[in-house]
């Protein structure tokens, strides 16, 4: 059966990234080659892949010479640094969106690159993945929202199912009523 998997912040073929967010690689070709090794170990080419944007930039390459080595459908949320991607390569993505609100066995998920304090439906149970930051929120988690990227998790997407065990884990969204904060309870 098919699954959905969450990513952020690849930067292929980005080499300034590699000192910038201190990964483990001595080039970008070595970091290139792990991130889809690492995808590909993951992802099946029937599955779905929400990458929540920063996926390429730096060099000439057509973002699309990565998607085509990589495994499953990839449905792009925009980042700061799509730009050059969305123009040359769009029609390499299942989809491209700035944000986006999906459910996955019953559970309303918002997709934007970017970290929210608040996002629809926080106070109902709905969980926000978001990448943008590699890794500096992760001492600071903040009720059901997660940092899926790749720097925060070892260089490799999230199933919904590993998303999910997370989700568990984090307290409801505060509530804030008359002065005082209540955890929300569905």
């Known amino acids: 059966m098919p699954e959905t998997f969450f990513t952020s912040d690849t930067h292929f073929d980005h080499q300034p990234i590699i000192h910038l967010s201190k990964r483990p690689f001595e080039t970008v070709r070595e970091m290139n080659e792990t991130l889809i090794a690492n995808w590909n170990a993951m992802v099946s080419p029937k599955d779905t892949v929400w ?30 640094h799509d730009h050059k991607t969305v123009r040359d390569c769009a029609g390499s993505f299942a989809s491209i969106d700035l944000m986006k609100t999906i459910s996955l066995d019953n559970q309303r998920i918002i997709l934007c690159h970017y970290p929210m304090r608040e996002w629809n439906k926080a106070w109902r149970g709905s969980w926000h993945l978001f990448g943008h930051v590699h890794g500096r929120l992760d001492s ?26 997370f989700m568990q884990d984090q307290e409801d969204y505060p509530h804030f009523a008359g002065g005082e904060v209540r955890i929300w309870k569905k």
């Open 140 to 165: 600071e988690a903040f009720s059901k929202s997660m940092d899926v990227g790749v720097d925060s998790n070892n260089f490799r997407p999230l199933a919904f199912e590993e998303v999910r065990a």
């Open 51 to 80: 990458h929540l944007g920063d996926f390429s930039m730096g060099s000439d390459q057509p973002a699309s010479v990565f998607v085509n080595r990589l495994n499953g459908s990839i449905h792009l949320i925009e980042g700061n």
